[in-house]
């Protein structure tokens, strides 16, 4: 009579059906996610969750063997069934650290963000894996990888039915107790804070990465951003902006729908005399790090060195002078220093004072490749629109 077989433990049969589900999930993704950001972003999000959970699961593998091969299992069969195993491990490693590095040496330089909450950094590579032969070798490994991962699959699960209604005796009950007959508990599991400690303190220590360096830092920026004309002129400021009433809001398009944000720190020096246009002035800092467009994708793009390059130039300044009036209110020149361009536009505005009271509000708009944004991943604006409408609301009191 034969003995009892003995299955799975409950770690190892839960994390073989998430994977397996998570894995047929990411081909589907992988055939449909073009020019579809989310999927795209979703992708890269499931592809390292892939990743640190076959890190757990080699680890538990290790120190929890899986129960043996029916006995009658031919040779040749078991050898082919451990060697399809190992291909899978390995696979899932590859993978995805071939698709994060694909990401990361990508001219494109579009961040990753984990389930639309967690800022991941990109893998640090030489120069020459960034060139467009390195990267289409990087491309072939990852999509070509992909096709054997699916034959792989197909032969596991080819295997698996064939045990299962062959002459042996079959293995599929092992991953799925109580449902074919009897089955033995296994042997007592072990290495649970092993195994989930290791990935998720490894996961804690790459994800602190974006963290630990957007934080300030003591070295110079690499370059210095242009300074306006008269810019360091000294201003002798008879307003004071109520900032809690106030915001600097920025508007545009991106893959056909609109969005939005804000600047969170950002000072304004005014010296405005109605009477007085021509000696009127003002100088606006603004924090471009402190940018707010309502997605953290959108967010962590606006830093990278294609945008803003917060990390280099972590201010923005805004001079205004030339003070005109106008039909409906007033024009000044705004001239603005952004990373290494300085463009002057027109800013209109209206400014309503009520004793020592002023309302303003005020618009002008900014072409995007005046000032080198966006110009390696988008310049002819196929996804983000080439104007960009800044608006300034907001109260100040007189001196």
Known sequence: MKAETSRYALIAITLHWVMAALLLFMIWLGWNMDDHEARYQLHKSVGILLLFLTVVRVIWRAMNPPPPLPEEMPAHEKLASHLVHMAFYGLMILLPLAG???VSTSKFKVPTVLFGTISWPHLP??????????????ENIHSKGAWVLIILLGLHVAGAVKHEIGGEEGVLKKMLPGLFGKVAPPKTARGYLRAFGTAIIAFALIALIPIAGSGPSDAAPAESAPVAEGEADNLSPNW???YEQSEIRFTGEYDGAGFTGTF???TAD???HPDDLAGSEALVTVRTATADAGKKLYNDSLKGQEWFDTNTFPEARIRLDNFRETDTGYTADATISLKTE?????LDFTLDIDGDIATLNATTVMNRKAFDLGQASDPAGTWVGEDVTVTVTGTASRN
């Open 100 to 102: 994060w590095l694909l």
């Open 125 to 138: 590579a030489p120069d020459f894996l960034r060139g467009d032969l390195a990267h289409a070798i990087l």
């Open 240 to 242: 004071t902006v109520n």
């Open 264 to 266: 969170g720190d950002w």
């Open 270 to 272: 005014i010296e405005f």
């Open 342 to 346: 300085l463009v002057t536009v027109p």
